[in-house]
């Protein structure tokens, strides 16, 4: 099959087929476009470069309005608005190869629009020898193009140990398209295979299976539907609020299995939110309840997807249609929705991994129960430091103290040793030395072995430097308040 030059191939595409009125008016702002990316590969003069640009992101703005059914003299102040944003945004603050991956997005969603029209008088050239590569159908659509290995390989940041393969990226790839359209794939309104052809190698088909998390449970309000007015008419949203298990760990092109998403950890947990089953944004806590991400709340889930074929009733897309739009009054509703049915999520301190969060928890409850308007609630104190050198201080995990005295607190998530005694002692002595008294040491955890018990005893019998006995005690977690079992959400 020849190649073709794709500028030939979408200008007859526009000549030759009835797409509407308005798309044909802006042949002659299409032909620019084309112009000015071929400029911009050939100027490197930085101002010409911003100019070229701010004209290539105007037009494909206002294709992107008149493919939503607008005519250009009849735009709105809201469209203009839209239009100056999408060149702010993308023309004046996006540099090299962000700005090139826009380009090839937005022309992407002008091919998209363009193929809601009704095509007639198309012919197509018979390609001999070459099967149908989809698993499902003898018709589908094919999405192909063609990018430097450096862009492929941005597939796999953040991933940890790197990834250099390029049958590993395409798993990857495979993943990505997976979780993004799990609600498309899921509702049987796709059927999604990826081609992978390495150099040298054999080719191979893999169907591409909906990404999704493994639930252990649904906390109030639970799996259902709902029908809101997010402010331009009703629009339906399917909703799961939940716990989630951690899924197994990633089997080549198995998307039963994950690497990245819906790990129970911190960046892939919270809120997702879908429009029509596709993701637009996920991983949300501190835009909708103001709390940032914690371990605490690695268990938690809230998939939201709003369902309308309208998209005047839809929070607004980025428009590079890959996130929702900040500051959009819809988007805002739907988080004002979202607390109304979870006010804010509550911690599932189990998760913690370490017991300096256990002792910020505690301080926090002291600080808010404890009536002494004098009191002293502190995680960062430290002792020895009348040494006067910087290697000697000490931080105790809780000092509290009260018109009652001064407590002092060591602890583990789990079990205490006899190491953690001697470690509490320190504490005390370091108090000692710098001359405070303390009044009592409590070594906490969720189990203070009976061994840990005796030798408090025998340290109780013991005088500090200041001639005072050594007041220990042993606590748990429970009791003082704070609780490691799974939250309940009434």
């Not at 380009?103 to 629009?113: A, H, K, M, P, T």
């Not at 990857?172 to 999604?192: M, R, S």
């Not at 370091?430 to 070594?443: E, N, Q």
Request: aromatic content about 10%; charged content about 30%.
């Amino acid at each position: 099959m020849d190649k073709f030059d794709i500028k030939t191939i979408t200008l007859d595409y526009l000549l030759t087929t009835p797409l509407g009125e308005n798309l044909v008016k802006l042949k002659s702002l299409y032909e620019k476009i084309q112009e000015n990316i071929y400029a911009m590969a050939e100027n490197d003069d930085p101002d010409k470069l911003k100019q070229l640009k701010m004209g290539t992101i105007l037009t494909f703005a206002v294709i992107g309005k008149v493919i939503e059914g607008k005519d250009p003299q009849k735009f709105s102040k809201e469209d203009w608005k839209d239009i100056a944003e999408a060149v702010s945004e993308y023309a004046i603050k996006m540099d090299g190869r962000d700005y090139s991956a826009f380009v090839f997005s937005l022309y992407s969603r002008y091919i998209d629009g363009s193929a809601n029209y009704k095509i007639t008088d198309f012919s197509a050239e018979l390609v001999e020898n070459q099967s149908w590569p989809g698993n499902y159908n003898t018709t589908g659509t094919i999405v192909s193009f063609i990018c430097k290995r450096e862009m492929f390989k941005t597939l796999a940041r953040g991933i940890r140990g790197g990834v250099s393969t390029f049958r590993t990226m395409a798993d990857i790839l495979c993943e990505d398209i997976g979780f993004v359209y799990a609600g498309v794939i899921t509702a049987a309104g796709a059927n999604i295979t990826l081609l992978i052809e390495p150099f040298g190698a054999m080719s191979e088909r893999k169907a591409i299976g909906a990404v999704e998390p493994d639930w252990a449970d649904y906390i109030k309000p639970g799996a259902g539907a709902e029908t809101v007015n997010l402010g331009s008419g009703d629009v339906v949203i399917d909703y799961k609020f939940g716990r989630i298990n951690e899924k197994r760990s990633r089997e080549e092109f198995n998307n039963s299995t994950t690497r990245k998403y819906y790990m129970r950890n911190m960046s892939s947990s919270g809120v997702e939110i879908r429009i029509n089953g596709r993701v637009l944004c996920y991983n949300l806590f501190n835009e909708i309840w103001g709390i940032e991400k914690h371990n605490s709340y690695n268990y938690l889930l809230v998939i939201v997807n709003i369902k309308s074929d309208d998209r005047n009733k839809l929070p607004k897309t980025r428009t590079s249609k890959n996130g929702l739009r900040e500051g959009d009054s819809k988007l805002e509703k739907l988080f004002d929705w979202i607390r109304s049915n979870m006010h804010e999520p509550k911690k599932d301190l189990s998760l913690a991994d370490h017991e300096t969060d256990l002792f910020q928890e505690l301080k926090r409850n002291k600080e808010i129960y404890n009536p002494d308007p004098n009191k002293v609630i502190d995680t960062e104190m430290h002792v020895f430091t009348a040494t006067g050198e910087s290697k000697d201080r000490v931080r105790i995990d809780l000092y509290e103290k009260t018109t009652t005295g001064i407590t002092i607190y060591e602890g583990k998530k789990e079990v205490t040793t006899s190491k953690d005694v001697y470690q509490l002692r320190m504490y005390w002595d370091g108090l000692v030395y710098d001359g405070i008294t303390p009044t009592k040491g409590i070594l906490v955890a969720s189990n203070n072995p009976d061994s840990v018990k005796a030798l408090i005893q025998i340290v109780n019998t013991m005088q500090d430097a200041s001639g005072n006995n050594y007041v220990f005690e042993t606590k748990t977690w429970e009791e003082l308040g704070i609780n490691l079992s799974r939250p309940v959400h009434n």
